[in-house]
């Protein structure tokens, strides 16, 4: 069975502060990640793909990959209340046909 | 910008009816999905459709399940003879392509309760 992990949280951090979410995958084929965030009661929206090693930047967001250790992670800097949210970890399989979804990470930024 | 559209955003129905929910993906995408999340559960893949096809299905996507592209726009989920535990958010989504580069937008969801 095919796993993507998450802390549960919650995490709180103070406004200002860098967040810092993990993952870890199972499936060595993966070769897709990818970030959502989903607000309570909301679907999922997507802030970041990553596909290679290293790290990727989109303002505030930054996305590491690490396929050796089967590991990412997503940076959140300058936190905002706004950004209290549910963070999602997914991972297309080797197919690409769908993604794996992690329970999520649920980030508390504290004015 | 475009999105993904579902309706209807809330179904209410008695168990043993059937639903059919509805999804318009993006007009230049390709591929659809179905997703669900139960409440306070994790997202779960249910079904892709590639070409009028399915093209992938978990074994959550059971016999009581169909999906149908019945015109140039909507992608549609038919739920045959629905259980209590098929109460949950059901999510659309479309994307441009398959292969690695597969960023996948999701649509607000239809919370369908089941009674």
């Known amino acids: 069975q095919k796993e993507v992990e998450q802390n549960s949280g919650p995490l709180s951090v103070p406004e200002g502060a860098i967040a810092s979410l993990n993952c870890t995958y199972s499936d060595r084929g993966s070769q897709s990640f990818f970030w959502y965030r989903q607000y309570s009661g909301k679907s999922p929206e997507l802030i970041m793909s990553?596909?290679?090693?290293g790290d990727k930047e989109d303002g505030r967001f930054t996305a590491q990959l690490n396929k050796a250790s089967q590991y990412v992670s997503l940076l959140i800097r300058d936190s905002q209340p706004s950004d209290s949210a549910t963070y999602l970890c997914?991972?297309?399989?080797?197919?690409?046909?769908?993604?794996?979804f992690g329970p999520g990470t649920s980030l508390s930024v504290i004015p | 910008e475009p999105e993904v559209t579902q309706t209807p955003s809330h179904q209410v129905t008695q168990m043993g009816q059937e639903v059919i929910l509805r999804c318009v993906p993006i007009?230049?995408?390709?591929?659809f999905y179905w997703y669900r999340q139960i409440l306070g559960q994790k997202v779960e893949f249910l079904v892709s459709f590639y070409n009028n096809e399915i093209s992938e299905k978990s074994e959550i996507f059971d016999d009581q399940f169909s999906v149908e592209r019945p015109d140039g726009s909507n992608f549609t989920l038919k739920i045959r003879s629905t259980k209590l535990e098929d109460s949950a958010m059901y999510f659309c989504a479309s994307s441009v392509g398959l292969a690695v580069y597969n960023e996948q937008f999701f649509g607000p969801g239809t919370r369908l309760t089941v009674l």
């Open positions: 007009s230049n995408h390709l591929y």
């Open positions: 997914a991972v297309n399989g080797a197919s690409y046909d769908k993604v794996i």
């Open positions: 990553i596909y290679s090693n």
